[in-house]
């Protein structure tokens, strides 16, 4: 049985840690709100430990999730990069998380001078713009069992670890209801689509967190995109 949380601190935030340890911590419980969309933060959080859901309200006042943060990702980025004066989006605690609180100056200092931390802030930012698209072109696929193939690839590949030659474990606890909100799928259809992937030992799951034969999976998707494409948007186990 793979130990989620010690892969979870294993990939944790590399050199920006040297950074990121000697500010203050604070903590949220599962479920409660750290921002909501329109606030104007105070200070950039960095996940130590826990998952951040962001999400937005539909018209008929549902939630729709956008995206979730991992470990060692910064929240919220738009304001970090004062690319806006406000929060974006609604932002939850999917599990019971712990961050860094940093103030705005001090991060935009670290980027404007350390290389090291630039370096690793740039390299998780362009994995970020590069699994919203592969989240695009999985909700894009007009079949319930190639959207959800392609959702699994899109999760593996951004929230994802390495744990062994080919099996990546999805670092954050998604119920199959999650799949089926994410995907658009009905729970029942997710159901049938997970279990038939199950039996072709693709997927398997550890309580709530899902591990996925990435090498089996591309093989049985459309789009060659493994035999002339190579990824390494995944970090490995030590």
Known sequence: MYDSRSIQ????????????????????????????????PKHIYSIKSGVVEESNLTADGSKQSIAFEIIGDIIPKSWAFSKTDKTLFDYTAYTD??????????????IAYNLDFTKK?????????????????????????????????????????KVGTSVVMIQVPFTQQDLADF??????????????????????????????????????????????TSMTMLPKRN
Request: glycine share 4%; proline share 2%; net charge positive.
């Open 183 to 228: 995907t658009g799928l009905t729970r029942e259809t997710t159901n049938l689509e997970i279990n038939k992937l199950r039996r072709q030992k693709i997927v398997s799951s550890d309580l709530r967190y899902y591990m996925v034969d990435i090498d089996k999976l591309n093989s049985l998707l459309d789009d060659g995109y493994e035999s002339n």
């Open 97 to 110: 998380c712990e961050f860094y609180i940093i103030s705005k100056e001090d991060f935009q200092s670290q």
């Open 121 to 161: 802030v740039l390299s998780r930012t362009i994995t970020s713009l590069m699994g919203a698209k592969l989240k695009l072109d999985a909700l894009e696929k007009p079949h319930a069992s190639l959207k959800l193939m392609y959702t699994f690839r899109y999760m593996c590949y951004q929230y994802g670890t």
């Open 9 to 40: 601190r294993e990939n944790s935030t590399d050199d920006r840690r040297s950074f990121y340890r000697h500010n203050p911590t604070v903590k949220f419980s599962k479920g409660e709100t750290i921002f909501l969309q329109g606030d104007i």
